[in-house]
């Protein structure tokens, strides 16, 4: 049974917005319980790894396979269907850099700064990237509504974020800024899919594998020459399974291909702002299963990023005269997808 491109773009971002929902929940719920940051990645990246290197692997035979003596398809370890510059490209920024950045964060700000901070403000950071990167232009509906949904982040953290940066001593500013910079590092990521029009699978894939190849070993280096601080000996087995498949198959495996899958089928910039609910749905959450009190500010949220939604998705994309069509990857006139 096949489904059109619509349902599985709409299926991608429901999937996604709920894995990256649950994420920044039980962040809330688990923060500072033992493992160090740079242990979760560790285990996210291995998780991943159980999953997504045999298939790398065996993507990457299939097609030397299919070549039949001809010239094969880039690859990169056996393991990469994509070569290594481009591998090392998404794997840098989607991979080491996004969750080593996001996972310190909350090591000096709280989770609740996050869910403002990392998809809050993927709109806005990946509107930029793709006016850079992709030479994209912004209609005016659209910017009207990437400034509602700045808006309703604002009001969803504002408050706690400015009372953090007023606080005398305070280190939750150094926490704010690697969630900024995280959220950099996936705004670029996005861009970079739609610019190469990766494969949902592909990319995943290359991430892992260089995520896994590159950090694991200078961890696993740090740590035993005793330069790095590791809990991971210490931690109940398990948080180590849970951390695993949670940050690893779920948040890489699962979210990774249906985030790529939106960005193919909504463009990078609509992708962001459908995910921008997220931040009131993660403070949703924090209140239903947290027990964390529902302000006037978070409902006033919600309503201008729906808003700042609903201009965005709906406003179409102008006509660039003699742009090439970097998602072909030809130099055909296209739409810019902002």
Not at 99 to 120: N, Q
Not at 163 to 179: C, H, M, Y
């Amino acid at each position: 049974m096949r489904f059109s491109p619509r349902t599985v773009g709409i299926a991608a971002a429901i999937v996604t917005v709920t894995i990256w929902t649950s994420f920044i929940v039980i962040a809330r719920a688990t923060a500072h319980r033992g493992l160090t940051p740079l242990d979760i990645c560790l285990l996210r990246f291995a998780g991943a790894a159980l999953v997504l290197l045999p298939w790398g692997a065996w993507l990457v035979w299939q097609r030397q396979k299919a070549s039949a003596g001809a010239a094969a398809p880039a690859s990169w370890l056996g393991l990469s269907p994509l070569g290594f510059r481009l591998t090392a490209l998404i794997g840098l920024v989607g991979g080491v850099g996004y969750a080593s950045l996001a996972y310190s964060g909350f090591y000096f700000a709280p989770a609740a700064h996050a869910s403002v901070l990392l998809p809050g403000t993927l709109p806005l950071s990946t509107t930029l990237m793709a006016v850079l990167i992709l030479g994209d232009r912004v209609s005016r509906v659209r910017a009207i509504g990437l400034g509602l949904i700045f808006l309703g982040d604002v009001m969803v953290g504002g408050a706690s974020l400015l009372r953090a940066w007023l606080e005398p001593g305070s280190e939750v500013w150094k926490g704010d800024l690697l969630f900024l910079a995280a959220s950099s590092c996936w705004a670029v990521y996005s861009v970079l899919v739609r610019k190469h029009a990766l494969q949902a699978v592909q990319a995943t894939i290359a991430i892992s594998v260089f995520a896994f190849v590159t950090y694991v070993p200078v961890y696993a280096l740090l740590t035993l020459s005793g330069a790095l601080a590791s809990r991971l000996a210490s931690a109940p087995w398990g948080e180590i399974v849970f951390q695993m498949v949670f940050q690893g198959v779920g948040s890489v495996v699962i979210s990774g291909i249906t985030f790529t899958k939106m960005v193919q089928h909504f463009g990078p910039v609509r992708s962001t702002m459908i995910t921008a609910v997220v931040p009131g749905l993660s403070a949703l959450g924090a209140v239903m299963f947290l027990g964390e009190p529902l302000y006037w500010n978070l409902l006033a949220g919600l309503a201008l990023v729906t808003a700042g939604i609903v201009f965005g998705v709906r406003a179409q994309a102008k006509p660039v005269a003699n742009a090439p069509d970097l998602i072909a990857g030809h130099a055909n006139p296209a739409r810019a997808k902002t």
